[in-house]
């Protein structure tokens, strides 16, 4: 019995949280994957586009919520997401068109593009801060739990109770979807084995008649919503607070990175690492431990390695261990 309930904890306070990161976190670096393969940069502003989509798809979910529109017992942000998503992908259609196209007429280095994406990056932070403001925004509604912890103890008469959010459940699904919809895009598409190929070589794709523009348009608009999807389900699980998509930007990097810059499956792969290391290296351990050890063992302290307020630190170690010793990543990309 005790194991059972050490193995709740375990599935409560890491497997299930680390599993709704990690799908975050890899439609995050999805959208980074994609900026580079296909336009062959590293977007610094994409934890502010997320920021961004989530916002525009607060401010339409609360006209629907004052409405009274609603979907039950799922939230009403689902419905407000193709706002949100055109709102964003408007956004970066026309950043591209006013910045990053001059720069690609004048075959600009790429740290020169990864500068130039910094400055974005502070135009959005500071775009989304003006419009919605500094503080937490709640804007979750409908069922917040799939099953309580009290329903689950009640039905297996276990003294650890497992809660899955509604919030984790529609990450998960929602993710999910989003990877299959794009690797079928990309794999079985005209317009999206045009990126491939762009992505591929360039110079070719171009004298076989390939539109470089569109393709860059249509890489825009799926990075659009990539990132605005994965910006609402992180808001959804975590709460919507504009610095906090700042931050993201090192876990999802690192995500995209350790997979394989480039390499969309690696860019998933990655996500879920990121995430199960962070959550598994700052949980402490103790009522696990309780459990499983006999009285005597028992620990006193928390059985912790890192304190949660380290563990960006996880992603920034992972990241400098797999640049010292596998800069390519786990999956050798940089092609879409």
């Not at 590293?42 to 004052?66: K, P, R, V, Y």
């Not at 007429?105 to 020169?112: D, E, L, T, Y």
């Not at 403001?133 to 009290?150: E, L, N, T, Y």
Request: glycine share 10%; charged share 10%.
């Amino acid at each position: 019995m005790d194991l059972l309930n050490a193995v709740v904890a375990l599935l409560n306070f890491v497997i299930v949280p680390a599993v709704a990161y990690g799908s975050q976190l890899a439609l995050g670096a999805l959208g980074v994957t994609l900026i580079y393969g296909i336009l062959r940069f590293s977007n610094f502003a994409h934890g502010d586009t997320m920021a961004f989509g989530a916002m525009a798809t607060i401010l339409a979910t609360w006209g629907l919520q004052a409405g009274g529109v609603s979907l039950g017992p799922l939230p009403t942000a689902l419905l407000a997401l193709p706002v949100g998503i055109a709102a964003t992908a408007l956004l970066v259609l026309a950043t591209d068109k006013l910045v990053y196209k001059f720069y690609r007429a004048q075959k600009a280095k790429p740290v020169i593009l990864v500068i130039v994406s910094m400055g974005v990056m502070f135009v959005m932070n500071g775009l989304v801060r003006f419009i919605i403001g500094v503080d937490d925004q709640q804007f979750a509604d409908g069922a917040r739990f799939v099953i309580s912890a009290r329903d689950f103890r009640e039905m297996t008469g276990l003294d650890e109770g497992l809660a899955i959010r509604t919030a984790t459940v529609i990450t998960v699904v929602v993710a999910g979807i989003c990877v299959a919809a794009l690797f079928w895009f990309l794999n079985h598409t005209r317009t999206g084995k045009s990126m491939r190929a762009f992505s591929d070589n360039e110079d070719l794709a171009l004298l076989s008649g390939i539109n470089p523009e569109r393709v860059v348009a249509i890489t825009w608009i799926i990075v659009a919503a990539l990132a605005t999807i994965a910006g609402v389900l992180y808001g959804l699980d975590k709460g919507f607070k504009p610095f906090t998509y700042f931050q993201l930007l090192l876990p999802i990097f690192a995500a995209a990175i350790v997979g394989g810059l480039g390499s969309p499956l690696g860019a998933i792969a990655g996500g879920f690492l990121i995430a199960f290391s962070e959550v598994t290296i700052t949980y402490a351990f103790k009522k696990v431990a309780t459990y499983v050890l006999p009285e005597a063992l028992e620990p006193q302290g928390l059985v912790q390695l890192l304190s949660t307020d380290y563990k960006f630190a996880v992603s920034f170690a992972i990241l400098v261990v797999v640049l010292l010793f596998r800069p390519t990543g786990l999956f050798q990309g940089k092609a879409v």
